[in-house]
């Protein structure tokens, strides 16, 4: 079953574009919402993250939106570079799982910015 | 500087070697936990440790066998690996909630290839 849907699997855009990546969730418990940015040969890192209590956050070109109703949030890049090329995934996590700080994942994004 | 290593960063293997993937981390977490991610899959967890000799299984963790005994190492052992086994392991730790932030801190990855 998978708990995060991650949209779309690949996506390519034009230098200066904005890409964004959309992500759905099915458990109502999930109170804290991160983006992991991957590049090759390496571990994913905290991007952005955001709390349900909010429906934006912005950070430097990153920005993610939060439809608390619709169980859906999602990342926009602004004015993206060649160097924002990676593997983005959303994921979810809740404290309500018995100390267990397991992050539920997407299935991934391999964004690709050409100059 | 805060990291999580792991050790090795390649292996290929054959069926039923025991072998094992250790991580360490230097940033006096108490939360550490071992994924795995394959392709259209996302990262998912196997095990994880909330404190020194406490594990617990997570959504995948046949096969696999982890220790805590010390706070800083966090080894993944896998008795008898087999094909199904072949995929790219991540581990991370996490301060714990309660803590300032709720950032979890992901190693370079192992690529594991079991023939």
């Known amino acids: 079953q998978q708990q995060v849907k991650q949209s779309p699997q690949s996506l390519i855009v034009q230098k200066g574009g904005i890409p964004i990546i959309n992500c759905a969730y099915e458990?109502?418990?999930?109170?804290?919402f991160p983006w992991y940015q991957q590049f090759p040969g390496k571990g994913p890192a905290l991007l952005i993250a955001?709390?349900?209590?909010?429906s934006e956050k912005k950070e430097g070109r990153f920005t993610i939106s939060f439809n608390k109703s619709a169980k859906q949030f999602s990342l926009h890049i602004m004015d993206s570079q060649p160097g924002d090329s990676a593997t983005y995934f959303c994921?979810?996590?809740?404290?309500?799982?018995?100390?267990?700080?397991?992050?539920?994942f997407g299935t991934g994004t391999r964004l690709t910015i050409i100059p | 500087e805060a990291q999580v290593t792991q050790n090795p960063r390649y292996l290929i293997t054959v069926t039923g070697k025991k072998l094992t993937v250790t991580c360490s981390q230097n940033?006096?977490?108490?939360?550490m936990s071992w994924y795995r991610q394959d392709p259209g899959l996302g990262l998912r967890q196997i095990y994880y440790?909330?404190?020194?000799?406490?594990?617990d299984k997570g959504d995948v963790p046949e096969g696999y066998k982890v220790s805590r005994k010390e706070k800083r190492n966090f080894p993944l052992i896998l008795e008898s690996p087999s094909p199904n086994q072949t995929s790219l392991y991540f581990c991370?730790?996490?301060?714990?909630?309660?803590?300032?932030?709720?950032?979890?801190?992901f190693g370079p990855g192992t690529r594991l290839t079991v023939l």
């Open positions: 994921a979810a996590s809740t404290a309500s799982n018995f100390g267990n700080e397991k992050l539920t």
């Open positions: 458990n109502t418990a999930f109170d804290y």
């Open positions: 955001i709390r349900p209590d909010v």
């Open positions: 940033m006096n977490h108490e939360y």
């Open positions: 440790s909330m404190n020194v000799e406490v594990t």
């Open positions: 991370a730790s996490h301060p714990g909630r309660g803590a300032s932030t709720d950032t979890q801190y």
